[in-house]
């Protein structure tokens, strides 16, 4: 077993109009790469890490710009899987102020969506690897993704890897035959590690957090020790669970924590109150990034894993794109209480 860790899951085309334009303004798109498990992965090659994202892409010339796409930020690709007709694409309106973002999604019949059992030999690609990856995007997109999902996990837990998932629950994209609730417990099941949001936990397995209100931003950080127990007794192996902490005023205004439960200790974070947010997108993604970064680099100091977390997620905010572009020293900057801002020179 070496140390490198491997995510798994769909990378789409991201095409947004310049600035906060609406869609029906546009006359260009930004064209970038984003998704889910691709994020976290360029987030753990930013703080040095050795990773490899595992996907499903076309052999065609999208396809080429995406692998180069992620090439360019260190992440690997050469257990990539090539097939399939097309890149999903998925087409983003930044919202503003009081005006929310949009996505529309246009990633029916995308190559992964057509994967199926048997196409990836995970055996060979946790070989060197002692950490894997997932999120609940994965075994929402088809019946195959699920079904590679679920081997991938049983692959790794027999292979003695740690196993995280976010439980990012996506309401439009269960659409293949059965709920999130029916396919999410078993591949659960095999996981060590899990962060969700405010209302995952809600939406995937019915546990609430007491007296919360996340349309309303009423989101208290330790009624959150209770989806975190609840979860635990559901999901014995379970021995790391987070959520993140988010406070919607608008679309440009958001309050910013998150909180770790671990074997019984229950953590909270540092609270961020970001007021001109850049781009949020990816900002679940460059959590788990900072968390799984954390878990490694500071080994049974969880307080300031889930502060690195907290405090890499908040930075995201002040970038475009789904990536977090940031490296660990300015992260630790931002944990040690330097929020100013300053030019660095």
Not at 81 to 93: M, Q
Not at 111 to 138: C, L, Q
């Amino acid at each position: 077993m070496g140390n490198r860790i491997v995510t798994f899951g769909e990378i789409m085309l991201r095409l947004s109009p310049p600035g906060f334009q609406r869609f029906p303004q546009a006359r260009s798109f930004d064209a970038i790469y984003g998704g889910g498990e691709a994020n976290v992965a360029v987030s753990l090659a930013n703080y040095g890490l050795p990773v490899d994202f595992v996907t499903r892409i076309p052999e065609n010339d999208v396809g080429e710009a995406c692998i180069a796409y992620l090439r360019q930020y260190g992440v690997g690709i050469d257990k990539i899987v090539r097939g399939g007709e097309r890149l999903g694409i998925y087409f983003l309106e930044i919202g503003s102020m009081q005006r929310g973002s949009k996505v529309v999604y246009d990633r029916a019949h995308s190559a992964i969506s057509t994967i199926e059992a048997g196409m990836v030999d995970w055996h060979a690609v946790f070989a060197d690897a002692d950490w894997f990856h997932w999120t609940g995007i994965t075994p929402a997109i088809s019946a195959g993704t699920a079904e590679v999902c679920l081997e991938a996990v049983q692959t790794a837990r027999e292979m003695g890897l740690t196993v995280s998932c976010d439980l990012n629950y996506r309401k439009n994209l269960w659409k293949w035959g059965k709920k999130a609730g029916d396919v999410m417990p078993e591949i659960v099941r095999y996981c060590d590690v899990a962060i969700g949001n405010e209302e995952d936990a809600d939406k995937v397995f019915g546990i609430k957090a007491p007296e919360s209100d996340v349309i309303a931003g009423k989101v208290e950080a330790e009624k959150y020790q209770y989806v975190c127990d609840t979860l635990a007794e559901r999901f014995p192996s379970l021995k790391t669970i987070a959520v993140t902490l988010r406070g919607s005023l608008s679309a440009s205004h958001n309050t910013w924590s998150g909180v770790l439960w671990h074997q019984g200790d229950f953590y909270e974070g540092p609270h961020f109150d970001i007021t001109h947010i850049v781009d949020r997108v990816g900002g679940g993604d460059s959590f788990m990034g900072g968390l799984i970064y954390g878990l490694r680099a500071y080994g049974e100091d969880y307080q300031r894993a889930l502060n690195f977390a907290v405090a890499a997620s908040c930075l995201k905010h002040s970038i475009f794109g789904d990536f977090n572009l940031v490296s660990a020293s300015e992260v630790e900057k931002l944990m040690g209480g330097d929020v100013s801002g300053r030019v660095s020179r």
